[in-house]
């Protein structure tokens, strides 16, 4: 059972850069994503990354700000995000699949972090 730990979030101002990080307990060959939910929304995709590395993918809403990458000798992926926006706030959830999701739907993943809180003030 891999667990994951974010940290990182925090209170910020818009146009600021903040970076989130997601700990594994054990090393694992997993794909990572990261996902958010804003306040009485939804949980959605933020940005995803392969266990090789090779492939990340992105949110519309995020993509040219955010880059998620991973460290596998040290369990760890990555969010930095650039340029934040009020309607980036939002509890962000790192989370892991096993496989190869074909659309990285929250229901794809196997499991998932408790979440850290991003606030953007404007």
């Known amino acids: 059972q891999v667990q994951l730990v974010e940290s990182g979030g925090g209170l910020v101002q818009a146009g600021d850069s903040l970076s989130l990080s997601c700990a594994a307990s054990?090393?694992?060959?997993?794909?990572y994503g990261w996902f958010r939910q804003p306040p009485g929304k939804e949980r959605e995709f933020v940005a995803a990354?392969?266990?090789?590395?090779?492939?990340?993918y992105y949110a519309d809403s995020v993509k040219g700000r955010f880059t998620i990458s991973r460290d596998n000798a040290k369990n760890t992926v990555t969010l930095r995000m650039n340029s934040l926006k009020p309607e980036d706030t939002a509890t962000y959830y790192c989370a892991a699949a096993r496989g190869l999701p074909s659309t990285w739907h929250v229901d794809d993943m196997n499991y998932w972090g408790k979440g850290t809180l991003v606030t953007v003030a404007s």
């Open positions: 990354i392969t266990w090789s590395g090779r492939s990340t």
């Open positions: 054990e090393r694992t060959f997993s794909n």
